[in-house]
């Protein structure tokens, strides 16, 4: 067999690979749209075809019209952007200093990052809620704001460190020679050279706060503060087993932003995943 047969077969192999990921994975979703374009009587009876006998989108708008749910997506919206402009507040300083300073334990601080990236939130939720009741922050946006900036830093700090790295060191040198500051060096020129990891890293941070349930699922109990993930939970309650459609419904709407995001913008995802990994 020769290379461009062994080559084919390579190209074969990943596509099926591909193909069997993508079902495993999409599955779901196609089988909760089935169940969200149902009528309940279909829902009742429990018919198992993947097709809908009877589509009908009523589902979709019982949804959309119910008095708390715009709210839930709107609180979803606020939490998840709110907190991708904290993590840039913050990740972008450390990973400049990251890349440009060497200065001592930069290595523990950094391998300290990853440490906490791995840490579950369910472990530090039960001291955080006592921490938090104190302060006065519970059922407060600004708490939920600051404990998903805390859990986003991390990542976004490595992931901006790689594009920060790709930047030439000797733009820096010649505006320093030329009189900027550190600061303006940083602000004029690395900043904008940035742009499209900065952007990446926004959207990554923004997608993981749309999705995020415990921090506000512990620290928010009003309906009104409520975001999506949270929302759908306490819909869920509401619901008897022959709404299922109708959670089906509001399960899909919350979860279709993200996968258009992360469609449309991948290439620029993965860019910021990869960036300062080849270096020349």
């Known amino acids: 067999m020769n290379s461009r047969a062994i080559s084919r077969l390579g190209d074969v192999f990943s596509y099926v690979f591909m193909l069997i990921m993508f079902v495993f994975f999409a599955g779901p979703l196609f089988w909760l749209l089935s169940l969200a374009l149902r009528t309940k009587r279909e829902i009742y009876l429990g018919v198992s075809r993947l097709i809908p006998k009877y589509p009908t989108i009523d589902n979709f708008i019982s949804v959309l019209t119910n008095n708390f749910f715009p709210t839930y997506l709107w609180n979803g919206l606020l939490l998840a952007v709110l907190s991708g402009i904290g993590?840039?507040?913050?990740?972008?300083?450390?990973?400049?200093?990251?890349?440009?300073?060497?200065?001592?334990?930069?290595?523990?601080?950094?391998?300290?990052?990853?440490?906490?990236?791995?840490?579950?939130?369910?472990?530090?939720m039960v001291p955080l809620y006592r921490y938090f009741a104190w302060l006065g922050l519970l059922d407060t946006h600004f708490g939920a704001i600051m404990v998903y900036i805390a859990l986003g830093v991390p990542l976004a700090a490595w992931l901006l460190k790689g594009t920060v790295d790709s930047i030439p060191r000797s733009l820096d040198e010649a505006a320093m020679i030329d009189g900027c500051s550190r600061f303006a060096v940083f602000w004029r020129i690395v900043l904008p050279l940035s742009g499209p990891g900065v952007a990446s890293v926004f959207i990554i941070t923004v997608i993981a706060g749309w999705s995020q349930f415990l921090v506000p699922f512990l620290l928010l109990t009003k309906t009104k503060l409520m975001p999506i993930g949270v929302g759908i939970f306490?819909?869920?309650?509401?619901?008897?087993?022959?709404?299922?459609?109708?959670?089906?419904?509001?399960?899909?709407?919350?979860?279709?932003?993200?996968?258009?995001?992360?469609?449309?913008?991948?290439?620029?995802?993965?860019?910021?995943?990869?960036?300062?990994?080849?270096?020349?």
């Not at 709407?253 to 996968?259: R, W």
């Open 87 to 124: 993590v840039l507040i913050v990740a972008l300083p450390a990973a400049y200093a990251f890349s440009r300073f060497n200065f001592r334990g930069k290595s523990a601080w950094m391998m300290g990052l990853l440490a906490f990236q791995m840490i579950s939130p369910l472990v530090i």
């Open 234 to 280: 306490q819909f869920q309650g509401m619901q008897n087993d022959s709404s299922m459609q109708l959670l089906a419904a509001a399960c899909l709407i919350s979860v279709v932003p993200a996968i258009i995001a992360f469609l449309l913008l991948q290439r620029m995802i993965l860019g910021a995943m990869t960036a300062g990994a080849v270096k020349g």
